[in-house]
């Protein structure tokens, strides 16, 4: 090999890898920017404009913390339930072949996912009662999908031949499950997470039409207020959380996933 050939091969791997270096740190510092640009600009909006008493009530730090943290303790409590149920679940029907049983439990998934987010959470609330709980549980029932499916995905996905080998090499059932299969199928589960996540801080909004609170209660009294500054200030705190969360549920999974993959 020329010494010109052996100065281009190293110029394209240092091209590459500075392109991959240019990539992770858009992907690492990229959301939060945008984030900070776009409450920045929404401050500077807000504080240039003259608020009436019913904007003043609304937009000040007390209500939209309350607000926000409604919303927060609604998604992660929604969140942590779904993965407690779906990831055991997917686990669980990864050791199932019948494909009756698949169909019977998906199908039971997606019913929260094919009916309308607001008239999920209202017909459980006429059902039930209102509040938190069961808001909590819309939650759960529209986002749980994601989860379960991509659990089951991600194991099955597993060359056949890594498991057998460590069978062969005397682990037991669990140790394989442990050891071998979750911290292969981890990238996909995460994604589904990731997923059910952002369902969480989208259906999430919908809660205050049952009293439970969150940034919904904004945006609602904006439109029927028709008060401009407070249902943008709502939406965009909103899109806000849901690109944080997804942000963050994005760097878990490239410190959580095995090397290599």
Same mark, same amino acid.
């Given at each position: ?48 404009? #003259? ?8 937009? @000040? ?27 055991? &679940? ?19 998934? @997606? ?5 309308? &987010? ?27 999908? =994601?989860?379960?499916? @991509? #659990? ?32 292969? &199928? ?8 990731? #997923? ?24 609602? @009294? ?6 401009? =500054?407070?249902?943008? #200030? ?9 690109? &944080? ?17």
């Amino acid at each position: 090999m020329s010494v010109q050939a052996s100065r281009d091969i190293a110029t394209a791997f240092g091209t590459a890898s500075n392109r991959r270096g240019k990539y992770f740190s858009v992907k690492r510092f990229g959301t939060p920017v945008v984030i900070v640009v776009v409450l920045a600009v929404l401050f500077w909006w807000l504080s240039s404009l #003259t608020l009436d008493s019913i904007e003043q009530r609304t937009l @000040n730090w007390p209500y939209l913390w309350e607000r926000t943290y409604e919303h927060l303790r609604l998604t992660v409590i929604a969140s942590a339930i779904i993965a407690v149920i779906a990831i055991p &679940a997917g686990i669980i029907l990864s050791r199932v072949r019948s494909k009756v049983v698949h169909a019977v439990v998906f199908s039971i998934a @997606n019913i929260g996912q094919s009916t309308p &987010a607001i008239g999920l959470v209202i017909l459980l609330a006429i059902v039930w009662e209102t509040g938190f709980k069961v808001a909590l549980i819309g939650l759960v029932a529209y986002s749980v999908l =994601p989860v379960l499916r @991509n #659990t089951l995905v991600g194991i099955q996905q597993i060359d056949a031949s890594l498991t057998e080998a460590a069978r062969g090499m005397g682990m037991k059932p669990l140790q394989v499950l442990l050891r071998i299969e979750l911290p292969l &199928a981890v990238p996909v589960i995460i994604a589904g997470l990731r #997923t059910a996540l952002v369902f969480c801080v989208g259906v999430a909004t919908v809660a205050t039409f049952i009293n439970a609170g969150g940034l919904g209660d904004m945006i609602v @009294n904006g439109l029927k207020l028709q008060r401009w =500054p407070v249902l943008v #200030t709502g939406a965009v705190v909103v899109s806000c959380i849901a690109l &944080a969360i997804d942000w963050l549920a994005g760097l878990a999974e490239d410190l959580i996933k095995p090397k290599g993959t």
